[in-house]
């Protein structure tokens, strides 16, 4: 493994984990720059045309400095970039506890056994649910999440006949968030009471300590 190779990093930051299970942990993000899906909802746009090149020993480095033992590797798409897989292996072997998170676009079965992986299973009310790799989902594992933002009722009943069906063995734990402006918490929270539905309602705490704060956190 090479620490020289380079990765285009959008921004570097320390701030409190706003979603999944670590919510609420202090944790270190590298956000890679560039995403070749173009969600409707999305809330990162500015990352996709901005990065700096950096080895992924800069990287490292400057993770260390920050001092805090979570890490999380986001976008973008950080698996668009070939070299993403050798910064979360060079992060497991500097000792950090990483967390991805992924479109679901691309494949991550074959990544560092340490790594956990966060993945999106992308809904119609996105544009880009035909992009989802299902057979990488299936495989996830009880340490890894499937994420699930829906923008109205339509998503929540197309994901559940996902779960139910094509991702009926998958043993990730699954976590669903409202397309902020779309769909009220609350109105999610009562569908996922009707429906029985699996997993955990999660709010984006970052957006509640941060409302006014698009980066940096």
């Avoid at 706003?18 to 500015?46: K, Q």
């Avoid at 500097?94 to 999106?120: H, Q």
């Avoid at 929540?156 to 734990?173: E, F, H, I, S």
Wanted: hydrophobic share 40%.
């Amino acid at each position: 493994m090479s620490t020289s190779v380079k990765v285009s990093v959008n921004e570097l930051y320390p701030s409190i984990q706003g979603e999944s299970t670590h919510s609420g942990r202090p944790c270190t993000f590298v956000r890679l720059a560039g995403c070749p899906l173009h969600c409707t909802w999305c809330d990162t746009e500015y990352s996709f045309t901005s990065g700096q090149k950096m080895t992924v020993e800069e990287i490292i480095a400057q993770v260390r400095s920050i001092g805090l033992p979570l890490v999380e590797v986001t976008g973008g798409e950080p698996l668009a970039q070939k070299s993403c897989s050798t910064l979360l292996q060079a992060l497991c072997e500097a000792g950090f506890e990483v967390l991805l998170e992924t479109s679901g676009a691309y494949p991550f079965k074959n990544l560092d056994a340490r790594v956990t992986v966060i993945a999106d299973l992308k809904c119609p009310g996105s544009g880009e649910s035909e992009r989802n790799l299902l057979g990488e989902m299936c495989e996830l594992r009880s340490k890894d999440e499937l994420k699930i933002v829906v923008a109205d009722d339509a998503d929540v009943q197309w994901a559940l006949t996902q779960l139910r069906g094509p991702l009926k063995g998958c043993r990730a734990k699954v976590l669903w968030s409202a397309v902020a402006g779309q769909m009220a918490p609350a109105h999610l929270a009562k569908l996922i009471l009707q429906y029985r539905a699996p997993g955990r309602l999660q709010i984006q705490l970052h957006k509640v300590l941060w409302p006014d704060v698009d980066r940096g956190v």
